[in-house]
């Protein structure tokens, strides 16, 4: 009854907050923020590290989101997952089954299969460090200075993999003060998280300075597993970072970090979308018919509930400032992850298609970057990078308790890339940026994939699906010039030329028994980008609009699907298959806008649209194009934030938001919906159009608390954001976004 109670005292707040309206998207923070500042008058441009050179967000020719921390704060923001509804063309979620391994696509281009040996279509940065996997880089957002999210292909200045774009995560810098935070936060579905951080000089010394920053994050689930009684899609993580700098002379510095995840969450639950014909059939595993369960997150999984990832970094950066006109720097990083899970495709007892899988992976990369900027007409970055990583892992599979299958090995990538980035101020008003990088990686793949006779996988039957040890070479060149012209102090327009890519590899699920080119290499896929734009800052600062619209080739598209085979026996069979599927055309528009209406009250937010089609796409020998949609490629979705804040005097400051989000119909996966051949259908998993309302009241009493109170889903939308469909299996699932949410937290900074 209390907690029904607090349910309704907490909607009613958010629902008088909705009449007060609120709320900042992309980046800027026009309000008061504490009692005493001076009442904004103006937006404040965020200043961004995009082209690897610090720069206002207004004045560069790309198109990027940037969020700072009291943006993050408002928009509560609590992974990177919640950017989804932020950015204009990005699809970001938990993929599948995990809490913490991410799925990322901006402009329709990315990569959802989180096997090694596939690389992810967008990259993720951490302090300059790329994430180069999927497992535990769906990051929880914790003392950050800011998010930047760069759309469209940035090959040029961040290498391989960010095809799609890049996401820039960019924690608190180092400070010579005594400084730091801690907050608590509840909610509902038994939410208890704790924040903290504290840093400053060591013996308030200027020169040695360092920072340490932890999360504990819990969570109840949103469902459970009606057998067993475990809790389903729960949060479990803890998290902490740590930095050292050794300021030596203005001229040198040094900066050692450290960061560790623990995510212990336990799996995710997904809905059965259709009944398993197999759970009818005693040879085949079953126990009789099981009907779809009506709630979305409860399961009734015969598999333990495991879905542990560990994600660890460490870094050294010097940076050298031999002159006014130089800054040289050097990162030197290593990063590693671990992951065990447990995946009931069925989502039943019964053992038709349980598989349990371990992902482990280690990188060093090296990156040597020199900045010219001696305040003239020509400045630039270039920069030498190199990658050493081992992912690899296994993959046990147990299908109808009848077929057991392991599928192990390794891929082992070096890449090296060098990389230039210029700006020419050709007159006052017109710049040209040109940039080129060349990278040569070697991907060296080891792959055994085996039968055995039972569940213990401990005697081989002798069978072998494949068995390889291949290295293949990729090359690339990744050009970019762009040309902007400023119209006014407040108007610059631009045109982009870009190109990015994504190395190609080895399937590691290959069968070379019944599909021989699964043993095949795969390609590198490319996009040629071409993107006019223009950012304005207007009515004296108190409007930022930024517009861009793009037209971009897409190449060798590397997808992963099922694919139905008859075996020896005449019976049906699948192989989890990696192809290039051939070209597609993508267009869009994208427009950002943030407006002070009036000294109290802004209202923010993003517009997309986006026109991706195959022009090519043979399967079978046969171009099924015309048919075959693009995968989290939805044609419209966008934004709408208000925020209204005020001063209230003694009492502090106040500020109230509102945000709705929509994103039309679309493809959450990748299956090939008619058989040329077969003439079978497939229906991929789609989510009809939605749109989600959030709201939130923060009050800050003084400089140092801060009161918080956010709501989520505040409809309680039903929306799928993946599944899997894998006929040969009966397998139809679908895994839905999170329900209704609020929290109140309380925070102390000093």
């Given amino acids: 009854m209390k907690r029904k109670q607090l349910s309704l005292a907490i909607h009613g707040v958010l629902a008088v907050s909705m009449l007060a309206i609120a709320m900042p998207a992309f980046a800027q923070d026009a309000g008061a923020s504490a009692q005493g500042e001076k009442k904004a008058t103006t937006l404040e441009a965020v200043k961004v590290t995009a082209r690897k050179r610090e720069e206002t967000l207004q004045d560069v020719p790309v198109a990027v989101t940037a969020f700072t921390a009291d ?3 408002k928009l509560d923001v609590e992974d990177l997952s919640d950017l989804d509804a932020q950015v204009p063309n990005l699809t970001i979620y938990a993929a599948r089954g995990s809490s913490s391994t991410l799925t990322a696509y901006i402009r329709g281009v990315g990569q959802s299969d989180p096997l090694w040996g596939v690389d992810p279509g967008v990259g993720i940065y951490m302090d300059d460090v790329y994430i180069a996997r999927p497992q535990g880089a769906l990051l929880d957002v914790f003392d950050v200075d800011r998010i930047e999210v760069l759309r469209g292909p940035q090959g040029t200045l961040y290498g391989k993999n960010t095809i799609g774009g890049a996401i820039k995560y960019i924690s608190k810098g180092l400070r010579p003060d005594f400084n730091g935070y801690g907050s608590v936060t509840v909610g509902n579905y038994g939410q208890r998280d704790f924040k903290a951080a504290v840093g400053g000089g060591f013996g308030g010394s200027e020169f040695l300075r360092g920072r340490i920053s932890v999360a504990d994050l819990h969570r109840d689930g949103f469902g459970e597993n009606l057998v067993t009684g475990a809790q389903v899609s729960d949060k ?61 997150y409860d399961v009734r999984n015969g598999m333990p509930n495991v879905n542990d990832t ?100 390794v891929v082992y990538t070096e890449s090296f890339a060098a990389y230039a980035d210029w700006t020419f101020d050709v007159s006052d008003k017109f710049r040209v940026d040109a940039g080129l990088r060349w990278t040569s990686e070697d991907k060296h793949a080891i792959v055994r994939n085996i039968s055995y006779t039972d569940a213990t996988f401990t005697r081989p039957t002798g069978a072998v699906a494949a068995s390889f040890d291949k290295t293949i070479n990729f090359k690339n060149l990744s050009p970019k010039i762009s040309l ?72 060798d598209i590397q997808l992963s699907i099922f694919t139905e085979y008859t075996t020896a026996q005449n019976t049906k069979a699948f192989i989890g298959d990696f192809t290039n599927a051939g070209e597609g055309t993508v267009n869009g528009f994208e427009a950002e806008y943030q407006w002070l209406a009036t000294d109290h009250f802004t209202v923010s937010g993003n517009l997309a649209w986006l026109d991706a089609k195959f022009d090519t796409y043979m399967f079978k020998n046969v171009n099924i194009a015309d048919q075959q949609p693009f995968t989290n490629a939805p044609d419209f979705s966008g934004a709408l934030n208000m925020e209204y804040h005020t001063d209230l005097g003694a009492a502090g400051s106040l500020s109230a938001r509102v945000g709705y989000s929509y994103q039309s119909e679309v493809t959450a996966t990748t299956e090939i919906l ?16 939605y749109g989600l309302v959030g709201a939130g009241v923060i009050w800050k009493p003084n400089a140092a608390w801060t009161v918080s109170l956010q709501g989520s889903n505040l409809a309680d939308k039903a929306y799928k954001t993946t599944g899997y469909v894998i006929p040969a299996l009966g397998v139809r699932t679908g895994f839905y976004g999170p329900p209704r949410q609020y929290s109140l937290s309380v925070r102390y900074d000093f």
């Fill in 71 to 73: 943006a993050l704060d």
């Fill in 236 to 296: 479990k993580i803890r998290a902490f970072r740590a930095n050292l700098g050794a300021y030596v002379t203005d001229a040198v510095d040094l900066q050692f970090a450290l960061d560790h995840v623990d995510d212990s969450s336990g799996v995710r639950g997904a809905q059965m979308l259709a009944a398993n014909p197999f759970n009818s059939l005693p040879a085949y595993g079953g126990t009789g018919a099981k009907p779809p369960l009506a709630d979305r």
């Fill in 674 to 689: 008619r058989d040329p051949v077969t003439g079978v259908l497939t229906q991929p998993i789609t989510q009809d159009g």
């Fill in 310 to 409: 560990t994600l660890s970094g460490a870094s050294a950066t010097v940076n050298l400032r031999p002159n006014e006109d130089w800054t040289f720097k050097y990162v030197l990083a290593k990063r590693e992850s671990d992951t065990e899970t447990n995946i009931d495709f069925d989502t039943t007892q019964d053992k038709i298609a349980d598989v349990k899988a371990f992902y482990s992976d280690q990188q060093v990369s090296h990156e040597l970057q020199a900045n010219y900027d001696a305040g003239g007409r020509a400045r630039g970055v270039m920069g030498i990078y190199m990658f050493d990583g081992e992912a690899g892992g296994q993959v046990l599979n147990n299908f109808y308790n009848l077929l057991f299958g392991d599928t192990h090995g």
């Fill in 484 to 555: 902007d012209y400023q119209v006014t102090p407040d108007i610059m327009v631009y045109g982009l030329a870009s190109r990015g890519f994504k190395s190609g590899g080895f399937n590691i699920r290959a069968n070379a028994t019944a599909v021989p080119r699964t043993a095949d290499p795969f390609q590198d896929e490319q996009v040629d980008s071409y993107e006019v734009g223009s950012k304005m800052g207007l009515f004296d600062q108190r409007l930022f609009l930024n517009l861009s619209a793009f037209h971009n080739k897409y190449k």
